[in-house]
Each structure stands twice: as C-alpha cells, then as structure tokens.
C-alpha cells in the first residue's frame, strides 16, 4: 500500500494518537492497510481515496479504531453493517451509471 501521508495523519488524529515513534507509527500503518483491504473489499471499490470526506472515510476511520482497540470485526459489523451496505449500494449505482456511458 502506498502511503497516502493525509490519510496517515487523519488516522492518527481519529486514534488520538499525539506523539511519534517508529513502533506506533509502524502499527498505525498495519492498521491502515488492513482496514483499506476490508473497507474496499466490502465496498467494492479498487484504489479509493479514504482521505476524501464522506461514508467511505467514515467506515475506514471507525474500522481502524476497532482494529487499534483489538475489536473483534463482528461488533464493527454489528454496528455499521447498515452504513456498509448502503455505501456499497452507491458504488454500485454509480458503476452501472458509468457503465452505460
């Protein structure tokens, strides 16, 4: 995963991470691309921006805090299932829109 270094320091902020050290930022960076893979598997999008505002951002930043947290997935699911699917449902529309182009 290429380091987008906005996205970087946005999750740093959402993980009220204040300081810097090299094991942190090194489990942050773990995170970051453990959660880019599930939120854009879910999602069904390929090489999103989660920097950029909105629901995308929204899951990807809640994913890392669960997985910063040691949250089992399950709970996340439980508690933004509703947001995942219709987050997916958009990207789907917007793939069949271009689709027709």
């Known amino acids: 995963m290429k380091m987008n270094a906005t996205l ?13 050290d090299s094991d942190t930022d090194k489990k942050v960076k773990q995170i970051m691309s453990s ?5 854009s598997h879910q999602l069904g999008v390929k090489n999103f921006d989660f920097s950029e505002p909105g629901m995308e951002n929204t899951l990807y930043h809640a994913l890392c805090l669960y997985l910063w947290n ?7 699911y439980e508690n933004y299932g509703e947001l ?18």
């Open 35 to 39: 959660a880019e893979g599930i939120i």
């Open 70 to 76: 040691n949250v089992e997935l399950k709970t996340y």
């Open 8 to 20: 970087f320091a946005q999750t740093k902020r959402q993980l009220d991470i204040t300081w810097s």
């Open 84 to 101: 995942i699917q219709q987050t997916r449902a958009k990207h789907e529309v917007e793939r069949m829109e271009n689709a027709d182009v």
